[in-house]
């Protein structure tokens, strides 16, 4: 059988592929999550990562041991570590209406008058904090903690338009503050985490398209070959003599 090489030809070919209707970036920011008192010291539920122990303060554990850092890990519901910038690390999702995207009209700075859609989105993942001593040895973490933030975006997104999603920056700080007891002794007062992200919100449906278009061939993959052995100059005038 003769098979003709399929190099430089083209044809009328339909593909389908996702189209964007619109694409925004945004900085979100997380509302504050602050652990106060015994509460938040319950909520926080540290235990230590050398005995196990938990329910543990470590403003009074660590007293005199130097200064205490903390650090805010984003983690899945279990509390392993995960990547923010991973898909799927951090939810995100669109919020269904009970009566379906509302339609609002938005006048552009050129005075024209679009009709766009109120698409509600949510975010939402999870965290731990973890308390370093001051050789920067991590020495306890706390049970994973929740987190959450729902946003409006005025997209084009008519019907059969679905959310694309993505987080292409992330940062989580957490701020540790100990008071004194009656006694003076050091003691947990509160910790503060703040979380930013970055966001790439895309409206997106998939549609066939005609093009025309050549086949893709692979490339000539190239000779890889072991490079020379190589030693170190010598010195002759000294060694050997």
Not at 93 to 121: A, C, F, H, M, S
Request: proline share 9%; net charge negative; with cysteine.
């Amino acid at each position: 059988m003769d098979i003709k090489p399929i190099e430089g030809r083209q044809e009328t070919l339909c593909i389908k592929v996702p189209k964007v209707y619109d694409w925004v970036t945004r900085q979100v920011d997380v509302p504050l999550q602050a652990f106060n008192g015994d509460p938040g010291l319950k909520q926080l539920n540290f235990h230590s990562n050398s005995n196990g122990s938990s329910c543990l303060d470590p403003c009074a554990e660590l007293a005199g041991m130097g200064a205490l850092n903390v650090r805010c890990i984003i983690t899945d519901s279990a509390g392993n570590p995960v990547d923010p910038l991973v898909h799927g690390s951090i939810l995100c999702t669109e919020i269904p209406q009970p009566n379906g995207r509302q339609e609002v009209e938005i006048t552009l700075p050129d005075g024209e008058v679009v009709t766009l859609q109120k698409v509600k989105v949510l975010k939402k993942g999870h965290f731990v904090v973890q308390v370093t001593n001051a050789a920067g040895t991590v020495v306890f973490t706390s049970d994973p903690q929740h987190f959450a933030v729902a946003e409006k975006f005025f997209l084009c997104a008519p019907e059969g338009t679905f959310l694309q999603c993505e987080i292409t920056d992330f940062e989580c700080d957490a701020h540790l503050i100990c008071g004194e007891d009656e006694q003076g002794d050091p003691v947990f007062q509160q910790i503060d985490v703040s979380i930013n992200m970055c966001q790439n919100v895309q409206m997106e449906a998939l549609v066939k398209l005609e093009i025309t278009a050549g086949f893709c061939q692979p490339r000539q993959e190239l000779p890889f070959e072991c490079p020379p052995l190589q030693f170190p100059p010598q010195c002759p005038e000294i060694f050997p003599s």
